[in-house]
């Protein structure tokens, strides 16, 4: 019994992590009734958007709901807000389901850049098939494996939306070597769609939303980390 009983911990981490970074968090509860729904409408907007000649305004809205969509709730002080009316369980739960689908809707615009100046059709040549395999598999790996040092909270931004310090940093995993794994190294797969859809529109894309998230993360996120965590990342 005592030897089970961690490997059923570590899978049942295993799955958690990998479904969090996948933007459900299984262990949400009550609030899987709101967010499997959302996701099937997601995938329907996305379906019928790459069928139109308006597959362009689909990825910009995908960008702009992520990216400018998460910097004004903390510029403008709208998690402090919701804290205030809602209290910091309910607030963060709703703020949780809403970064599921800001991550969700960028990983669907992503993969739609890719239809503006291709067919959308994969072509499975050897030498896109090899490169996509090894970006896919190592960007998502670091990612990751990030996720499971910092841990599903802190990877939906749980500490930086109570502006509280949440679990302890720890310069351990990818975070030995690398700075910022899960920004950095841990996006390479999303130029997997570009290149299997030879996009180069999908790479410029992703290269765009790769830059982003680092404009966010040297503008809001590192400020906080630096203060609350007594870091220099």
């Known amino acids: ?35 499997i729904p959302l996701i099937g409408v997601y995938c ?7 069928q139109t000649p308006h ?9 702009v709901f992520y990216y400018v969509g998460l910097s004004c709730i903390f510029i403008f002080g709208i998690n402090r807000l919701l804290i205030e009316k809602l209290g910091e ?9 809403l970064c599921g689908a800001m991550f969700f809707n960028i990983g669907l615009g992503i993969t739609a850049a890719s239809f503006i100046d291709s067919s959308g059709e994969w072509k499975w040549t050897l030498v896109n098939f090899i490169s996509a395999g ?4 190592f960007g998502f790996g670091v990612k990751y494996w990030a996720t499971w ?3 599903e909270d802190s990877y939906f931004f749980k500490d930086l939306f109570l502006e509280k310090p949440g679990k302890p940093f720890e310069r351990k995993g990818p975070y030995r070597w690398l700075s910022n794994p899960m920004y950095g190294a841990g996006n390479f797969h999303a130029y997997c769609p ?3 859809a030879e996009s180069l529109a999908g790479l410029l894309f992703a290269f765009f939303c790769h830059i982003s998230i680092y404009v966010f993360y ?6 906080f980390i630096r203060k609350v965590y007594s870091t220099p990342a």
């Not at 369980?89 to 389901?97: A, L, M, N, T």
């Not at 040297?218 to 400020?223: C, D, L, Q, S, T």
């Open 218 to 223: 040297f503008a809001i996120e590192r400020p």
């Open 44 to 50: 329907w907007l996305y379906s019928y958007f790459i």
């Open 89 to 97: 369980h309910r607030s963060y739960k709703i703020f949780e389901i």
């Open 134 to 137: 090894i970006l896919f598999v």
């Open 194 to 196: 570009a290149i299997m």
């Open 55 to 63: 597959v362009i305004e689909y990825v910009l809205v995908s960008w």
């Open 149 to 151: 040092v910092v841990g």
């Open 1 to 35: 019994m005592k030897t089970r009983q961690p490997l059923t911990q570590y899978l049942y981490k295993s799955v958690m992590i990998f479904t969090a970074v996948n933007s459900l968090r299984l262990d949400s509860k009550k609030s899987l009734y709101i967010w």
